[in-house]
């Protein structure tokens, strides 16, 4: 079941700027090793910057909790594998931790960009938790009920 979705979408030229006056230090607190080898294959790494940038923002917000605590850039990490239609994702530390919390089993990702924007979709899956506030429907239903739907109730005919 789809729990929740988000999007993120990244100016290019801003995190050039931002890499530029805080230096590459940046760059290396937000992404892994593979991260940085994918990004700095591309004719113009920055746009592999930002779309791995913008991946993760979108993770935190399909979380709903935005990136508080001890999560971390390094909890996520984004990988191209050879042949793949696209990019996976795969979560470690506090990130795991409370995707787990919410009942999160799955994670789907979907990136593009253009020379001046990269944006990207995040949809997290699973069958949520009560206290999440995301339950699938099938989890809702007291122990013991019947799994199918209802027979419909047809009413007893009225005597004439």
């Given at each position: 079941m789809i729990l929740r979705?988000?999007?993120?979408?990244?100016?290019i030229g801003r995190l050039e700027r931002e890499v530029a006056r805080r230096g590459a230090g940046l760059i290396e607190e937000l992404f892994g090793d593979g991260e940085l080898a994918w990004c700095r294959r591309r004719r113009r790494a920055a746009e592999g910057y930002a779309v791995a940038y913008a991946a993760k923002e979108a993770l935190f917000k399909a979380l709903g909790t935005g990136k508080v605590g001890r999560m971390t850039w390094s909890d996520i990490d984004i990988a191209w594998p050879p042949g793949a239609a696209g990019p996976a994702m795969a979560l470690s530390g506090e990130t795991?931790?409370?995707?787990?919390?919410?009942?999160?089993?799955?994670?789907?990702?979907?990136?593009?960009?253009?020379?001046?924007?990269?944006?990207?979709?995040?949809?997290v899956t699973g069958f949520g938790t009560r206290d999440s506030g995301l339950v699938c429907h099938a989890e809702t239903k007291p122990p013991g009920s019947p799994t199918g739907p209802r027979e419909p109730r047809i009413p007893d005919p009225e005597p004439r």
């Open positions: 979705c988000g999007v993120d979408l990244m100016e795991a931790a409370v995707a787990a919390s919410l009942g999160v089993t799955g994670v789907r990702v979907a990136v593009t960009n253009t020379r001046e924007h990269a944006v990207a979709w995040v949809m």
